[in-house]
Every structure is written in structure tokens, then in C-alpha cells.
């Protein structure tokens, strides 16, 4: 399946004309990412969430492309990737890359910050003394420059094999293969769209304070309380993220690899950037 190569300023465009496809009939959709939102927050079923959360992802993917081919939807969509036929066997190596990408990323901090942290967990309860933190910084530093190109590329490959093996019924590591592919002929529309994500998310997190520095005002007094309020209030964050990022990620899959199995219909070209 050969994929196209997008001009730099699409990486914003999937944003908008990624929240055009639901936002005719955005009361599904969005009850599916705040479901999720709110599965993703619950204690202990929040990790096997998390541990399966490409396949949640591929659940809304189905929504969306269900949505945009005029089929009607259910917030229950949101389980497709668990439900269709062959979906979950496809998407499981993709499961399975993340979760090896999330235990390798595990392995390099124990080694770089292990033995910093180990000390300063042994002068607890005092305060960590100056010389600790300094000695720390070297180190943060060397692993957020190793860590951040390399999560961002991971990102990047993620984003566009999941919609390509759930949408288009690819095996897993074809779909992976074919999105390196299609990433190195799509770098600037992916750094724009990234940009654009970022400061998007960057005004969500600002807001999201107000409410979550309400629920610690409320957790110092009743931590059990606190601890309740604080799951409506991750759902409704986390499912605010889900809304933007599973669209835009919907997007990109419509623009790059165009004409795939199932394609739903052509792209909005309506707006131009």
C-alpha cells in the first residue's frame, strides 16, 4: 500500500478537519473518550487499561471511521478493537511494541537515575540535601535528550500503524513497517501537527489545574474524599485528550493512506493552511 507525502502545514489541518468528523454528531464520540477516560482512572482496572490502551485507541478509530461513513455509532464502539473479527489480533503486536518501548524506557531510567534516587530514598524523611539534586541534574538531562527524539519517533510510528492496521486490516508488523515508511515521507506535517498538539495540550493541563487544585485543597482535609473526586475529574481530562488526539490521528490515516480498505470518504479539503 503506497502511502502519500503531505505538505508541512497539513500537521495542523489534521487537528481541525480531525474534530470536523465528529463534531456534526459529537455526543458518541465523545462519551466513548470520556468512558475511557474514566476506565483509564479507576484503580487496578486503570492498568489494564493502560496496558491495552492501543486497542481502546483502535476502538475509537472504529467510531470515528463508522461515524464518517454515515453508519451509526455507539458509545459501545469504543470496544471494536476487542470485538471485530481479526482486530485484536492485529493490533496486538502493536500492544506488544509499546509495552517493550515502555519497559525499555523503565530499564534506562533505573540505570541512569537508580542509584540517585536510591540515595536520596535513604535519607528520607529529611530533605535532600543541595549536592543530591545537583547530582541529579546531569543525569535528568542525558535522558530526556536520549529519551524525547526517540519517544517522539516511537510516537510518530504508533500513530500511524494503528488506524492502518485496525482501518485498513493489516497485520501488525506490516502496518508498523509501512508507517516508518510513511512517517519519513511525512516528517514536517508531523512536527507541525506535534507543535500544534502541544500547545493545545499545554492549555488543557492549565486548565485541568483549577479542578485537580480544588480536589488536593479537598484531599489534605478528607483524603478519601479527595481521592473520589480526583477520578471524575482524570476522566474528564484524560477523555479531553482522547477526544483531540484519537481525531487527529484519524485524520492523518485518512490523508496519508488514502484509498485503503474500508477508505471512508475523501478528506475535507475545505481548509487550507
Given amino acids: 500500500m503506497s502511502h502519500r507525502s503531505l505538505s508541512a502545514s497539513r500537521g495542523a489541518g489534521w487537528i481541525i478537519d480531525g474534530i ?4 456534526g454528531q459529537p455526543r458518541t464520540y465523545v462519551l466513548a473518550c470520556l468512558l475511557l477516560g474514566l476506565l483509564a482512572s479507576l484503580p487496578i482496572l486503570g492498568i489494564f487499561v493502560g496496558l491495552f490502551m492501543p486497542v481502546f ?10 461515524q464518517a461513513s454515515g453508519e451509526a455509532v455507539v458509545p459501545a464502539h469504543l470496544f471494536d478493537g476487542f470485538q471485530l473479527p481479526g482486530a ?3 493490533v496486538l503486536p502493536l500492544v506488544l511494541v509499546n509495552l517493550a518501548f515502555a519497559f525499555a524506557v523503565l530499564v534506562l531510567v533505573l540505570v541512569l537515575l537508580g542509584p540517585a534516587l536510591f540515595d536520596l530514598a535513604r535519607s528520607a524523611p529529611n530533605e535532600p540535601s543541595p549536592e543530591q539534586v545537583l547530582a541529579l541534574m546531569p543525569k535528568i538531562g542525558v535522558m530526556l535528550l536520549v529519551l524525547l527524539p526517540v519517544g517522539v519517533v516511537f510516537g510518530w510510528v504508533m500513530l500511524l500503524a494503528l488506524p492502518r492496521a485496525m482501518l485498513d486490516e493489516v497485520a501488525g508488523v506490516q502496518a508498523l513497517r509501512e508507517s516508518m515508511a510513511a512517517m519519513m515521507s511525512n516528517l514536517g506535517a508531523l512536527l507541525v501537527n506535534l507543535l500544534c498538539l502541544a500547545a493545545v495540550m ?3 493541563i492549565l ?5 485537580l487544585g480544588i480536589v488536593g485543597v479537598v484531599q489534605q482535609q478528607s483524603p478519601a474524599l479527595g481521592f473520589l473526586l480526583q477520578i471524575p475529574v482524570m476522566a474528564v481530562v484524560t477523555g479531553a485528550i482522547l477526544v483531540l488526539y484519537c481525531a487527529t490521528q484519524y485524520q492523518a490515516w485518512r490523508e496519508i493512506f488514502a484509498g485503503g480498505n ?3 470518504p475523501p478528506a475535507p ?3 487550507a493552511l
Avoid: C, E, K, Q
Wanted: hydrophobic residues 60%.
Fill in 20 to 23: 470536523a468528523v465528529f463534531s
Fill in 57 to 66: 485507541y483502535a476502538g475509537l478509530l472504529s467510531l470515528l471511521h463508522r
Fill in 88 to 90: 485484536f489480533a492485529r
Fill in 202 to 204: 499545554f492549555v488543557l
Fill in 207 to 211: 486548565l485541568a489545574m483549577i479542578p
Fill in 262 to 264: 474500508n477508505a471512508p
Fill in 269 to 271: 479539503d475545505t481548509i
